[in-house]
C-alpha cells in the first residue's frame, strides 16, 4: 500500500492535488502547501480514513499510472498511446490563438463545449489573482474566462486539489490538466462513479515535466529582474509562438526572453523528481491532446522562431473524436492534416520518454526507493527501442541523481 507519506518521500508526488481533493472539505486530514523546493505538496494534517487511503493507494498518479486497455476506444500505438486520429489545429479566433500556448486547441476546444452547453463550466490552471508568479486553480464559464487561462505556466498546479467538492456539485465540467492530473482523474473514475457522470470531456497537454517556482525565480533572474516583489504580470510564453517569457514590472519596465533559452536551458532544470520517470508525458488518459505542433528546419529539427500558433490536436476517445470533429464543422477550430510518422520529429523529448523509465525504476530499486504502479504503457517496447547504451547511461544518471537528492524531490 502506498500513503502520502511513502509517496512523497519516495519522490513519487507530482502535486496533482488529488489526495487532498478527497478530504472531507470541512475537516480536510491533507492539505496541499508549497514546498521548501518550491513543489506543490500534500501534508497529512489529520485522520486519513480508510476509504481515503484506499482511493489514494489505486487512484494517486504518482503511484500509478495503469491503462485498463479493455477501455481503449482506439487502437494503442506503443510510442503515442490511444489514437483515434493526428491533426494540426489552432483557433479560429485569432486573438485566442495569439493568447493561448500553441494554437489555442485546447482552448478552442472548452470554448466549444461551453458555447454549445455540453458542459457548464471548465476546471483549469491560470495565474493567481494574489501574485503574478503563482498559479491557481480556475473555474471557466466563458471564452473569456478561457482566454484569460489560455497559456502554459510552467510552474507546478494542483488541478485536483478540490475534487470531490467538484462532483458533489450541481453542473458538469471538462478538465484540463498535465497528463498526470487526467490520469488522476480517469484513475479515480474507475472507484468512483460520479467522475464519469460529472466529467463528459478530459484533455491534456504534452508535458515535458513540472519546474518548480525556484525555476520560476531562476528564470526572472536570468532575465534581469532583481526585485520579484515588483512584477505585476508575468507569462512563461504565449502572445505569438512561441512568443517570449515576459516580465512587466511596477515601475513599467518590460524584460524578455526567447522560449528556446527559458526552456530549454533554465526551467528545465528545475523539474520534479517524478516527472523524470514519468511514462506519461504525451497524454494517454485524455479524450483529447494537444502540444507545439513545430515547423521543422531542413535537418528535421524543431524551428522555435516565432510563428502564427499551432496546435498538434491527437484525439484518444470516441467522444474526443466527434468534439473535434464537431468543432471543425461549426468553423471553431482550423485543422490541417500530419502524418503520424512526424509527430516524433515535432516532439523529440515525447518521442524517447518512455524508453527511458524502465531503467530510471531499476535505479531506484537498487536505491531501495518504492516505485510507482506503471501498467500497460508497452514500456518494455519502448526501451528496447533505445537500446542498451541509452538504457545504461539512463540508469547511472538516475543512480546519482537519487544518491545526491537526499531526500529533497
Ligand atoms: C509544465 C508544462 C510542460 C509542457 N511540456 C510540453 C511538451 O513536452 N511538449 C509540447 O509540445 N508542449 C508542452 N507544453 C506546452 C503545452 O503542451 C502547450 O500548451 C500545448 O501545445 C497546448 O497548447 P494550446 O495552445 O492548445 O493550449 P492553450 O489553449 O493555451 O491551453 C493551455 C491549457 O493548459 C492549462 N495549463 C497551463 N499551464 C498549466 C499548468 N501548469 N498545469 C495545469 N494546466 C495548465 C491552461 O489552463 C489551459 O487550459 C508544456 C506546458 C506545460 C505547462
Known amino acids: 500500500m502506498l500513503d502520502v507519506a511513502a509517496i512523497t518521500a519516495n519522490g513519487l508526488c507530482a502535486g496533482c492535488g488529488m489526495c487532498a481533493g478527497l478530504s472531507d472539505p470541512a475537516r480536510p486530514a491533507i492539505v496541499m502547501q508549497n514546498s521548501p523546493e518550491g513543489y506543490r505538496r500534500p501534508v497529512v494534517v489529520g485522520d ?20 485498463d486497455p479493455a477501455s481503449h476506444e482506439a487502437e494503442y500505438h506503443p510510442v503515442w498511446g490511444p489514437l483515434i486520429t493526428a491533426r494540426l489545429g489552432w483557433s479560429a479566433d485569432a486573438e485566442l490563438r495569439r493568447n493561448a500556448s500553441s494554437g489555442g486547441g485546447l482552448s478552442a476546444m472548452l470554448v466549444q463545449l461551453l458555447n ?37 505556466r510552467y510552474a507546478p498546479s494542483s488541478p485536483l486539489e478540490d475534487i470531490a467538492a467538484r462532483l458533489d456539485a450541481p453542473g458538469q465540467f471538462a478538465f484540463v490538466g498535465k497528463p498526470c492530473d487526467v490520469a488522476g482523474l480517469r484513475q479515480l473514475a474507475r472507484h468512483d462513479p ?91 488518459f485524455a479524450d483529447i491532446v494537444c502540444a507545439d505542433g513545430w515547423h521543422l528546419d531542413e535537418a528535421g529539427r524543431p524551428l522555435f522562431d516565432e510563428q502564427d500558433g499551432r496546435s498538434l490536436v491527437l ?27 512526424a509527430i516524433a ?15 530510471r525504476l531499476a535505479a531506484m530499486a537498487l536505491t531501495g526507493k518504492r516505485r510507482p504502479r506503471f501498467a500497460g ?15 545504461l547511461r539512463s540508469l547511472l544518471g538516475t543512480l546519482r541523481r537519487l544518491v545526491t537528492a537526499k531526500g529533497q524531490y
Open 48 to 67: 486519513v480514513g480508510a476509504e481515503q487511503a484506499r482511493l489514494i493507494d489505486g487512484a494517486c498518479p504518482g503511484a500509478n499510472i495503469r491503462h
Open 315 to 341: 484525439t484518444r476517445t470516441r467522444k474526443g473524436e466527434a468534439l473535434v470533429a464537431e468543432a471543425v464543422a461549426a468553423g471553431t477550430l482550423l485543422t490541417a492534416p500530419v502524418e503520424v510518422a
Open 194 to 284: 460520479r467522475v464519469d457522470a460529472k466529467v463528459p470531456f478530459m484533455l491534456a497537454f504534452m508535458c515535458a515535466g513540472v519546474p518548480s517556482y525556484r525555476g520560476t525565480s531562476a528564470l526572472l533572474t536570468a532575465m534581469g529582474v532583481e526585485d520579484e516583489s515588483a512584477v505585476t504580470a508575468f507569462r512563461f510564453r504565449g502572445d505569438g509562438w512561441p512568443g517570449f517569457a515576459t516580465a512587466e514590472l511596477a515601475d513599467g519596465r518590460r524584460f524578455t526572453m526567447d522560449y528556446d533559452t527559458s526552456w530549454g536551458t533554465i526551467l528545465n532544470r528545475h523539474l520534479q523528481f517524478r516527472c523524470k520517470i514519468c511514462p506519461d508525458g504525451i497524454g494517454e
Open 377 to 391: 504503457l508497452a514500456l518494455g517496447h519502448n526501451a528496447r527501442r533505445l537500446g542498451a547504451k541509452e538504457n
Open 345 to 359: 520529429r515535432m516532439q523529440p523529448f515525447q518521442a524517447n520518454r518512455k524508453g527511458l523509465v524502465i531503467s
Open 116 to 152: 454549445t452547453g455540453q458542459i457548464d463550466y471548465v476546471v483549469q490552471t491560470a495565474v493567481s489573482d494574489a501574485s503574478p508568479l503563482r498559479n491557481a486553480l480556475a473555474i471557466s464559464t466563458g471564452r473569456d474566462d478561457v482566454y484569460r487561462a489560455a497559456g502554459s
